[in-house]
């Protein structure tokens, strides 16, 4: 790996992640993760928005979306997801989204916003269809350890019918663990 991208989750991670920003080989973006929903505050995207303006160095909005698992805090997610979207269409900004099951709302939500500068769907595990939604945005795909799983056929499928600037990987090494604590095997050639 030549170059890192760090994405702060949490308002109160933001201090961390822009000094690891100073390092020649990292870049880092500031968002509000939906897993963390519930540590997030209203103020929070104000903070946001006056650091983004504060940072030049950073280099998305993010990671910040929709997690369809914890469908107690949608309402919430959305809220969070879409206060995001505005800043970094405010700040002309990238945007790295995670998205759990949620991959045809959010493309929806995304082309509706029709931001200046697309980003990254981070660990994308969705269909060929989904795929091209997202493509068609100008988005690249993060593909992380569920590609190496076994069972992950619709997900091989669908990268081996990307074009090879469609997509980024996860650091191979956190991908070989990933993949080994589940039982699967991946060779050198893969």
Not at 49 to 57: A, I, M, T
Not at 129 to 145: R, S, W
Request: one cysteine or more; charged letters at 25%.
């Amino acid at each position: 790996m030549a170059h890192f991208v760090v994405p702060g989750t949490t308002r109160t991670r933001w201090q961390q992640v822009l000094a690891l920003g100073a390092r020649a080989d990292t870049s880092v973006c500031l968002g509000l993760h939906p897993y963390f929903v519930d540590e997030h505050q209203a103020a929070d995207i104000n903070a946001l928005d006056s650091l983004l303006g504060e940072h030049p160095e950073v280099v998305a909005v993010g990671e910040c979306g929709i997690d369809g698992r914890f469908t107690d805090t949608l309402d919430a997610q959305w809220d969070y997801f879409d206060a995001q979207l505005r800043l970094a269409k405010q700040h002309a900004l990238p945007v790295v989204v995670h998205c759990v099951h949620a991959n045809d709302k959010v493309a929806r939500r995304l082309r509706q916003l029709a931001l200046p500068k697309a980003g990254l769907i981070h660990a994308f595990s969705g269909s060929l269809e989904q795929a091209n939604k997202f493509l068609d945005l100008g988005f690249k795909l993060g593909l992380g350890g569920a590609v190496t799983y076994e069972r992950a056929k619709r997900l091989r499928r669908t990268v081996e019918a990307l074009p090879d600037d469609a997509f980024v990987l996860k650091p191979i090494a956190l991908i070989c663990r990933l993949a080994a604590t589940r039982g699967c095997v991946m060779s050198r050639a893969e």
